[in-house]
């Protein structure tokens, strides 16, 4: 049978693995100007925040060394590079490295999440790090939390906030003959948000109502639960996270090493207070309008009711 630590090392290797640049994702291109200025542009094939970080060497007749910048849309201009002496052409070799996440970013930790359920679904909420103890007998990375929650029939998953799908995983299916305490070949989700919180849900069937680069909203509709297994139990695994260079280190010439991921604890709109959760307690899913719209644009929020 396949215990608790299978479902923990998969979600703790998969949060890693995103602190790893990825080749191709980032082109970066420049262009000489008439003025003997250089324009440096981007392109990014990939949904979601990106740190970008030039390095200069072999410098002439400008002062830039070192650029750094956290990229969102597809397209756009990095920085310009200026002449010290107009009337001479600047001369330069670069080089780049790019990380995903929007690194050191102001995490709104007070921030209202929504249930990620139907308005009025009853649910309890299990901590898995709760049960980590008991299963592995230590400690997790710092800071670490987690959230599933159960239910005897499938539920629609809904978005805790809005954000942009950064990930679709949509290739597996549950094994409906074993009992499984917890596994870690789920169909899964990541959202990330607009302070550079990232979301990942877990626990999907195939019918995935989202698709990657998608702009979702507090309560759109991300998928259905997939069956866990023989028990017909239906099971959503929720944990959040964010991108910070370790103590010490700046954002100038980081390397792979000086990142680090740093879980959060999210507060949840709960009977009009903004609560965290607790371990086996149960709760209603509710909301107003103005937690509801409150990251949403006027237009956005038009068009959201119009779907209803």
């Not at 980032?26 to 250089?38: F, G, L, M, P």
């Not at 070799?93 to 930790?109: A, V």
């Not at 979702?216 to 639960?225: A, D, H, N, T």
């Not at 370790?246 to 090493?257: D, V």
């Amino acid at each position: 049978m396949k215990n608790y630590i299978n479902i923990i090392s998969v979600i703790f290797l998969f949060c890693i693995s995103q602190l790893y640049s990825q080749r191709d994702i980032i082109e970066i291109e420049y262009k000489a100007n008439q003025d003997n200025s250089v324009n440096f542009n981007y392109k990014k094939k990939s949904p979601g925040n990106y740190f970008v970080m030039l390095k200069f060497s072999n410098l002439n007749n400008t002062r830039a060394r070192y650029f750094n910048k956290v990229i969102k849309s597809n397209l756009g201009s990095l920085l310009k590079l200026k002449p010290i002496n107009p009337d001479e052409s600047i001369g330069f070799q670069y080089s780049y490295t790019y990380f995903k996440g929007d690194l050191n970013s102001k995490i709104e930790y007070d921030f209202p999440y929504v249930l990620p359920f139907d308005k009025g679904t009853e649910l309890s909420v299990q901590e898995l790090f709760s049960i980590e103890n008991v299963y592995l007998k230590k400690e997790l990375p710092g800071g670490w939390k987690a959230y599933s929650f159960s239910f005897k029939e499938t539920k629609i998953v809904r978005a805790i906030r809005k954000g942009v799908v950064i990930k679709v995983i949509n290739k597996y299916s549950p094994d409906l003959e074993n009992i499984y305490s917890f596994y870690g070949e789920q169909n899964e989700i990541t959202i990330e948000h607009n302070d550079g919180s990232v979301a990942v849900y877990k626990g999907f069937d195939n019918n995935i109502n989202v698709r990657l680069g998608e702009l979702v909203y507090p309560q759109s509709k991300l998928g259905e639960l997939a069956q866990y297994d023989k028990r017909g139990l239906y099971r959503l695994y929720l944990n959040l996270y964010s991108y910070k260079t370790k103590k010490g280190k700046t954002l100038f010439n980081i390397k792979n090493s000086d990142i680090e991921i740093v879980y959060i604890t999210p507060k949840f709109f709960i009977n009009e207070n903004i609560e965290v959760l607790k371990n086996m307690q149960s709760y209603i899913v509710n909301f107003t309008d103005k937690v509801l719209f409150k990251e949403m644009r006027k237009r956005e929020i038009k068009k959201y009711k119009a779907k209803l």
